[in-house]
């Protein structure tokens, strides 16, 4: 399996050690010879992606194991296995990498579950991790990523799912039919990244107008503008200024 | 000219005609219902109004396209985007001390929320805490926040309703609200003054009795109005009643805040998952069982409240000391300092990196152009803004700038409940539910 966010190309179960870091060249992140402050020739290795490729280790803490026997009960270990790929538990909260095949039986065990009882979606959104922190992104790799965030009121928890998918075929289950709150965050996810929520009643865009092109928070999308003269100075537009990375 | 009228043509219902010497002349004249469309028609009639994007009670431009027999509404759809900035896009090619510059621009009646939550996260992220001093100031100008915030609910909902003093009267004492938060911040509205790390600066002279004397004040003006508006019976007949939605529904729908508390669930994050040492404090979650707009009145009424005696505590347990973080790699390396123009450089600040030291111009250059990084990762904080549960998603990718950010803004989610609060009632309703939610579409196109 190709693990979210591997940027290597390697196998993510193999990964596991540490999290492998990308490389910047130069202090603006600039290739060719638009850095002038005399760093271009500098490498950095960066500590590590936005994605750690790792998983954490049993026991997790706290009531994040409780939750996890929980769900793996609820649904079966079996399918446990075979569903959630990867558990990471950093900044005191859980998020469960979770394949798009076995995303519904999880939710609706999640929400109905005695033990679970996650009855609110609080948020549904998407993340793209295009070329986090290293070389550009090979086509076929998941970087497009939906997150959603459960809350359980009874037992005042809450967790993170997250579901990678690749931007040439973009397709995750719709959660609409467990949570209809899911449905505007959805569309939403679907406007901004171009995620396309099978299943969902309507999805259609929500904030940019229906006939606009293109997916705008994808790293990818043009920011567009035009280079601006300003006492005698050129100023290049946004993306292709340099900036510190 | 013989005018005759024993050949008028009636075939025609909303013109009929008639000849004349001069030609045929039609009379375009209204009548009763039954005659022109015929009673049969009147049960099938099916009216398609486009309410917004521009209407004064749809709480800015919010859009509804609303299906209506006669009066009654029985298909009810939402459309927004219409104020979409693009401020999730924009935070990602700033640093993170910008980002707050953008974030306090979403929700605009909730400023402080924004940037609350947004330097929880980022601080989060940092592994980072904000001084006891900064935490307890935070408290305080986000309850003088939601005071201000709950004032504009109640006077649009009046002005909504039809309760014009109930608008003059709000925006009145808000304006007080804003005051403080100018002699404070700087600004009215807006006012970056939480900052990852602590606060931009500390509290100015005099605010702390301002505050005071603002507490003195205050519950007068609350029992004014329960005078003017909770009594009144044309209130209550509009209220009572509209917008309904249970717990069930809320939860389903996603919806918190006051909503939520309005149908019995006692759900407010500052009590549930507190954050800032709100456990600390006081006060009560005040809530109701009617489900419905006169519910969510009375809950936020009860809010206002609460929220001064939140205020009155954290005044007193205000103790000297830093408002930001020591870590010289995060905060803010210039020392900003009220003027009457607003929040500035400080002149004595300037002075220094100018004239005394090089090192000391090399950091401030560095932090402010570059800014810090952030460990690599990702959290979702949640906190309790005036509309229910605003969380924030930041995504680091360890550098300089955010990966991503992602609001949940209540606004957003809670306008979801406008099809199952108003179909199958009148269409005067469906001002008193939407009024009822109280959405900031700042907040909900982001």
Redesign the interface.
Same mark, same amino acid.
């Given at each position: 399996m190709t693990g979210p966010g591997d940027r290597s190309g390697q196998d993510a179960g193999q990964g596991a050690a540490a999290?492998s870091g990308g490389f910047r060249k130069g202090a603006f992140g600039v290739s060719g010879s638009g850095d002038t402050s005399g760093f271009g020739g500098l490498v950095r290795v960066?500590?590590?992606?936005?994605v750690?490729l790792h998983s954490t280790d049993r026991p997790y803490g706290g009531w994040f194991d409780e939750v996890t026997d929980a769900l793996a009960e609820a649904v079966g270990q079996a399918t446990y296995d075979a569903a959630v790929q990867r558990v990471l538990v950093? =900044?005191g909260?859980i998020?469960y990498f979770v394949a798009r095949e076995h995303l519904l039986p999880l939710v609706q065990a999640l929400r109905d579950d005695e033990a679970l009882r996650f009855?609110?979606?609080?948020?549904v %959104?998407?993340?793209?991790?295009l070329d %986090?922190?290293g070389p550009a992104a090979t086509a076929g790799r998941p970087r497009l990523h939906v997150?959603y965030?459960l809350?359980s009121?009874t037992y005042?928890r809450?967790i993170?799912l997250e579901v990678a998918v690749t931007a040439e075929d973009p397709h995750v289950p719709s959660v609409t039919g467990v949570?209809?709150?899911a449905?505007?965050?959805e569309r939403?996810t679907y406007d901004?990244f171009g995620v396309v929520f099978d299943g969902h009643p309507a999805l259609t =865009?929500?904030?940019?107008?229906d006939d606009w092109d293109g997916h705008?928070?994808r790293k990818d999308y043009p920011l567009g503008g035009v280079p601006v003269e300003y006492h005698d100075a050129t100023i290049p537009p946004?993306d292709t200024r340099r900036?510190?990375? | 000219m013989s005018t005759t009228y024993q050949d008028y043509d009636p075939s025609d219902p909303y013109a009929g005609s008639y000849e004349t010497t001069e030609g045929r002349v039609y009379t375009v004249t209204g009548g009763d219902w039954d005659q022109t469309l015929g009673t049969e028609a009147y049960g099938e009639e099916r009216l398609v109004v486009n309410m917004g994007p521009q209407h004064p009670s749809t709480h800015g431009v919010l859009r509804l396209v609303l299906d209506l027999e006669g009066e009654t509404v029985t298909k009810a759809r939402v459309v927004?985007?219409y104020l979409?900035t693009?401020i999730?896009?924009n935070t990602e090619?700033r640093t993170w001390t910008q980002g707050t510059t953008f974030v306090t621009r979403m929700d605009y009646l909730a400023p402080l929320y924004n940037e609350a939550g947004y330097c929880l996260a980022v601080e989060?992220?940092l592994?980072v805490e904000a001084p006891p001093r900064a935490q307890t100031i935070r408290v305080l100008v986000m309850e003088l926040n939601r005071i201000a915030s709950h004032l504009v609910a109640l006077a649009t909902f009046g002005m909504e309703m039809g309760a014009l003093t109930g608008m003059t009267n709000g925006f009145r004492e808000r304006e007080m609200v804003l005051d403080l938060l100018e002699e404070i911040t700087g600004l009215r509205m807006n006012h970056a003054y939480i900052r990852p790390g602590g606060l931009a600066q500390d509290l100015p002279e005099g605010a702390v009795e301002h505050i005071r004397e603002f507490l003195q004040v205050m519950p007068d003006r609350v029992a004014d109005f329960h005078k003017l508006l909770t009594g009144q019976p044309i209130w209550q007949a509009r209220l009572k009643d509209a917008g309904y939605l249970d717990v069930t529904g809320c939860?389903?729908?996603?919806?918190?805040g006051p909503v939520l508390r309005a149908a019995g669930?006692p #759900?407010d994050l500052r009590k549930?998952?507190p954050y800032l040492g709100y456990e600390t404090y006081d006060f009560e979650v005040p809530t109701a069982d009617t489900c419905d707009a006169w519910g969510r009145y009375l809950v936020r009424m009860a809010e206002v409240n609460e929220s001064l005696k939140i205020i009155e505590q954290a005044l007193d347990r205000l103790e000297p000391g830093p408002v930001m973080v020591q870590d010289k790699k995060i905060a803010w390396p210039a020392q900003l300092s009220l003027g009457p123009d607003g929040m500035g450089n400080s002149t004595e600040y300037v002075k220094h990196i100018m004239g005394q030291s090089m090192e000391a111009l090399i950091h401030h250059f560095k932090l402010v152009?570059?800014?810090f990084r952030v460990?690599?990762?990702?959290?979702?904080v949640?906190i309790e803004s005036p509309r229910g549960?605003l969380?924030y998603?930041v995504?680091?990718?360890?550098?300089?700038?955010p #990966?991503?950010v992602?609001v949940?803004d209540p606004s957003?989610?809670n306008?979801?409940a406008t099809a199952a609060m108003s179909e199958g009632g009148m269409i005067a309703d469906v001002i008193a539910a939407i009024a009822s939610l109280d959405p900031v579409m700042g907040g909900c196109?982001?």
């Open positions: 999290p960066e500590p590590g992606g936005a750690a950093d =900044r909260e998020t009855e609110l979606c609080s948020s %959104s998407g993340v793209d991790y %986090s922190g997150v965030h809350t009121m005042r809450r993170r949570y209809p709150t449905d505007w965050h939403e901004m =865009r929500i904030l940019m107008p705008p928070q946004p900036s510190y990375r | 927004i985007g979409h693009g999730e896009k090619y989060k992220l592994g939860v389903a729908l996603g919806v918190t669930l #759900w549930v998952e152009t570059e800014g460990p690599a990762g990702q959290v979702y949640p549960e969380g998603h995504v680091s990718d360890g550098g300089t700038r #990966w991503r992602h949940r957003f989610v306008l979801q196109d982001r």
